[in-house]
T-cell receptor, first 119, second 114 residues
Framework: AQKITQTQPGMFVQEKEAVTLDCTYD???????LFWYKQPSSGEMIFLIY??????QNATEGRYSLNFQKARKSANLVISASQLGDSAMYFC????????????????FGQGTILTVHP | DTGVSQNPRHKITKRGQNVTFRCDPI?????LYWYRQTLGQGPEFLTY????????KSRLLSDRFSAERPKGSFSTLEIQRTEQGDSAMYLC????????????FGPGTRLTVL
């Protein structure tokens, strides 16, 4: 079974509008972390936002926010006020394992969503 | 520049040749990860170092692959007897301290095996 599922291969949004990129995950570990990365055509993975499984509030970083619904095992990324430079591939990733335990922090990635921002 | 750096950025080689990639993590980051990304897919974990110790290897890392981090700073990933299926982007990431901390990625090395 897929641990991270991104069901939207591609998304289109008009400049200045908000867009939501979907991510669902599967784990039985009570301690985990969820990450979103942006990968422009240059190839570098750029960290955007992090949500811990025990965090009570949804994470926010500037125009990025993470809609964390633990019971549904979803961690959707919301980008507000889209800009042309937001056009890229977006990956959701999960780190499993307890802090200080045997987890080495490796990330499991979804297949990504290509976001295109139209002017 | 204090980010993760990788060299070379691109490598084209013929099948059967050996290749070596280098990753320089963010200064003082004790954790270093290698991932492989094929076209249209998300990155897949290959191996992990904490300081100079290689603590985990994926089953994706066949016997032809070897990674080192001799002094706990930079790391090298070598592929022997390359095959066309090795063509991919090889990404390096580093993080500080706890396993939970954010991993920061380098620009990657794109390998093409002819």
């Amino acid at each position: 079974a897929q641990k991270i599922t991104q069901t939207q291969p591609g998304m289109f949004v008009q400049e200045k509008e908000a867009v939501t990129l979907d991510c669902t995950y599967d784990t039985s570990d009570p301690s985990y972390g969820l990450f979103w990365y942006k990968q422009p055509s240059s190839g570098e993975m750029i960290f955007l936002i992090y949500q811990g499984s025990y965090d009570q509030q949804n994470a926010t970083e500037g125009r990025y926010s993470l809609n964390f619904q633990k019971a549904r095992k979803s961690a959707n990324l919301v980008i507000s006020a889209s800009q042309l430079g937001d056009s890229a591939m977006y990956f959701c990733a999960m780190r499993e394992g307890s802090l200080g335990g045997t987890s080495y922090g490796k990330l499991t990635f979804g297949q990504g969503t290509i976001l295109t921002v139209h002017p | 520049d204090t980010g993760v750096s990788q060299n070379p950025r691109h490598k084209i080689t013929k099948r059967g040749q050996n290749v070596t990639f280098r990753c320089d993590p963010i200064s003082e980051h004790n954790r270093l990860y290698w991932y492989r990304q094929t076209l249209g897919q998300g990155p897949e974990f290959l191996t992990y170092f904490q300081n100079e110790a290689q603590l985990e290897k994926s089953r994706l890392l066949s016997d032809r692959f070897s990674a080192e981090r001799p002094k706990g700073s930079f790391s090298t990933l070598e592929i022997q007897r390359t095959e066309q299926g090795d063509s991919a982007m090889y990404l390096c990431a580093s993080s500080l301290g706890l396993a939970a901390n954010t991993q920061y990625f380098g620009p990657g090395t794109r390998l093409t095996v002819l």
